[in-house]
């Protein structure tokens, strides 16, 4: 499976922004798909994932209720939707997927087969 990531941009903190995850090649009916994200100078970490077999969304404890992951099946595509955002929401975001068929949480980098390339958010104060 491919992906694209895309929606980044700048916002002042409090605003909003919508990442855009798309996959082609394969239907994520069956994927598991994260988003991560990497500040300048830090190790990429966890921001929340999905699992399209089935459950519910999983988010790291810095942005639960802040950012809201959803899909659509129909553009086999998966949003990452970030309110409230702060400044050290600043990064580069990246989605990944994982083939699985079972109900799991993968949140480790390591879990993830394949990989966007990254869409940019930067975060005003």
């Known amino acids: 499976v491919q992906l694209q990531a895309s929606g980044g941009g700048l916002a002042q903190a409090g605003g909003s922004l919508r990442l855009s995850c798309a996959g082609s090649?394969?239907?994520?009916?069956?994927?598991?798909v994260g988003w991560f994200r990497q500040a300048p100078g830090k190790e990429r970490e966890f921001v929340g994932t999905i699992n399209l077999s089935g459950g519910t969304p999983d988010y790291a404890g810095s942005v639960k209720g802040r950012f809201t992951i959803s899909s659509d099946s129909a553009k086999n595509t998966v949003y990452l939707q970030m309110d409230s955002l702060k400044p050290e929401d600043t990064a580069v975001y990246y989605c990944?997927?994982?083939?699985?068929?079972?109900?799991?949480?993968?949140?480790?980098?390591?879990?993830?087969?394949?990989w966007g390339q990254g869409t940019e958010v930067t975060v005003s104060s």
């Open positions: 990944a997927a994982k083939r699985s068929i079972f109900r799991l949480t993968y949140v480790s980098t390591a879990d993830y087969n394949y």
């Open positions: 090649g394969r239907t994520f009916s069956n994927y598991a």
